[in-house]
DNA sequence: AGTGCGGCCTGTCCGC
DNA sequence: TGCGGACAGGCCGCAC
């Protein structure tokens, strides 16, 4: 499910209803997600409140005075703002309870997602030291990715889905991202000139950007976190096209693999 | 150091 | 209709 606009839309649909809200009670019914959720995270926020929540690539933090919690939600997962008294279905991991009598519910099938909890600094944490520059911020321009491009031999989908890189472009994105800036999904990354460079940095913001607007893709079980889906989907001109006319040229898309990613792109629109 | 793969999970869809 | 296999929006950790 998600990517960057997905967990963007979703900080700014539940901060709302929690900020400055103080936290009652916490359930946990599934300990083990990615990780395990760290056992004293209930005793750690009750009673405490959510003074902010941000994001950081697709992670998003919510900050207490004592520490951060972390979540990501993986593949699957999503945050739902509900009513306090609503049982739980398949999947409901995490409950967060506030005093308004609203209640924050991660779900998430396949447990890829992931709670943590840090006392300092949450950007220190192992997870977070290492990620790239965000991809909406000035520092993610065409000669930044030029000079980590130099050395990396790798395909360009593959070093644009690195978030060492750049954080928080997934595989919906890259692949829309490097349809519209005409560039082939298997070119190296080095071979990249600073000119398709530039079309590619602007590219991907543009395409962030508007699906933010948009409310996030609508994607099997992504839902905003009131519950109504994001319209995104509409609006993909390559991404689950495969075999399709190119909306440019009507030659059919084609569809390849790349580390375990499906790619489709235009072979005649994006050239070597 | 950079690269490529296996693995974590469940759900869905497609072909036989 | 049932069943096996491929695949799905992420990303760590390991072997080479």
Not at 46 to 66: P, Q
Not at 236 to 254: E, I
């Amino acid at each position: 499910m998600p990517e960057l606009p997905e967990v963007e839309t979703t900080l700014r649909g539940i901060l709302p209803h929690i900020k400055k809200q103080k936290i009652t009670n916490v359930a946990i019914r599934h300990t083990h997600l990615r990780w395990p959720i760290p056992s004293h995270i209930k005793a750690t926020i009750i009673g405490k409140s959510v003074l902010e929540i941000e994001r950081r690539g697709k992670y998003l933090l919510f900050k207490f005075s004592n520490g951060t919690m972390i979540i990501h939600l993986g593949m699957s997962g999503h945050l739902r703002i509900l009513a306090t008294d609503l049982p739980p279905t398949k999947h409901d991991h995490v409950d967060i309870c506030f005093a308004n009598h609203k209640m924050l519910r991660f779900n998430d099938p396949r447990r890829f997602g992931a709670l943590l909890w840090v006392d300092g600094d949450p950007l220190i944490h192992p997870l977070l030291k290492h990620l790239g520059v965000e991809p909406l911020s000035a520092q993610f321009s065409a000669r930044y990715l030029l000079g980590k491009a130099q050395s990396r031999s790798t395909a360009i989908k593959t070093f644009l889905m690195d978030h060492h890189v750049v954080t928080g472009v997934g595989n919906i994105y890259a692949t829309e991202a490097l349809f519209a800036a005409g560039i082939h999904p298997t070119s190296m990354a080095k071979s990249i000139d600073l000119n398709q460079l530039k079309k590619l940095v602007i590219a991907v913001k543009k395409i962030l950007r508007e699906a933010i607007k948009q409310g996030g893709t609508t994607l099997k079980d992504f839902m905003k976190s009131d519950g109504k889906p994001g319209y995104f989907s509409n609006h993909l001109n390559v991404y689950g096209r495969a075999g399709l006319p190119c909306y440019r040229c009507r030659h059919p898309l084609k569809q390849i693999r790349q580390s375990q990613r499906g790619t489709v792109y235009c072979e005649n629109c994006q050239q070597f």
